[in-house]
Antibody, heavy 118, light 110 residues
Framework: QVQLVQSGSELKKPGASVTVSCKASGFTLPPYSINWFRQAPGQGLDWLGWINTNTGKPTYAQAFTGRFVFSLDTPVTTAYLQISSLKAEDTAVYYC???????????WGQGTMVTVSS | QSVLTQPPSVSAAPGQKVTISCSGSSSDIGNNYVSWYQQLPGTAPKLLIYDNNQRPSGIPDRFSGSKSGTSATLGITGLQTGDEADYYCGTWDSSLSVGVFGGGTKLTVL
């Protein structure tokens, strides 16, 4: 079964870091790119950016540069999203999604809830 | 604030038809394919329409997509209570080389 399996919920204190994983199951990540999204409670989807699984090159949406880092493991089976210097406003569900072409997300992870609270 | 403009909410009775609009510009919708996603409460988004009007396998033909100029439309016929969800449009912005999305439309089936 083709799916993306994300890591479990996280509770972090402000200023800490968190890493969310997104593992491909039933398919190989290249040639698909992996995109990351954030959805704050009761809000819409924010596109964080994407990572090219062939080259490892990440591209970040303007609002998500600096504290957000996309990476891959070797061999390429899992994508990672690391967020540093966490703030309360980072509290959200984070999704990864497989992109078949450009903005054609046919497989989504189940989501990872990240809660930032002191 | 989202780049693509969608109505915050739409509603219709079971069995009726509804359309959801998505408005952009020449650098995004005007020159790229549009996709649509359905997000049922508490679940991850699901691809409904890609390449403006193509349905993935398993998506019923009650769902349709179209594009004209810098706007796109999602149509849903034969509304069912199970269609109550948030719907998002998305495309690529060729000028900025970024993905752009609508703020989402909440569909209520009365």
């Amino acid at each position: 079964q083709v799916q993306l399996v994300q890591s479990g919920s996280e509770l972090k204190k402000p200023g800490a870091s968190v890493t969310v994983s997104c593992k491909a199951s039933g398919f190989t990540l290249p040639p698909y790119s992996i995109n990351w999204f954030r959805q704050a409670p009761g809000q819409g989807l924010d596109w964080l950016g994407w990572i090219n699984t062939n080259t490892g090159k990440p591209t970040y949406a303007q609002a998500f540069t600096g504290r957000f880092v996309f990476s891959l493991d070797t061999p390429v089976t899992t994508a990672y999203l690391q967020i540093s210097s966490l703030k309360a406003e980072d509290t959200a569900v984070y999704y990864c999604a497989r992109d078949r072409k450009i903005i054609d997300f046919d497989v989504w992870g189940q989501g990872t809830m990240v809660t930032v609270s002191s | 604030q989202s780049v693509l403009t969608q109505p915050p909410s739409v509603s219709a009775a079971p069995g009726q038809k509804v359309t959801i609009s998505c408005s952009g510009s020449s650098s995004d919708i005007g020159n790229n394919y549009v996709s649509w996603y359905q997000q049922l409460p508490g679940t991850a988004p699901k691809l409904l329409i890609y390449d403006n009007n193509q349905r993935p396998s398993g998506i019923p033909d009650r769902f349709s997509g179209s594009k004209s100029g810098t706007s796109a439309t999602l149509g849903i016929t034969g509304l069912q209570t199970g269609d109550e969800a948030d719907y998002y449009c998305g495309t690529w912005d060729s000028s900025l080389s970024v993905g752009v999305f609508g703020g989402g439309t909440k569909l209520t089936v009365l």
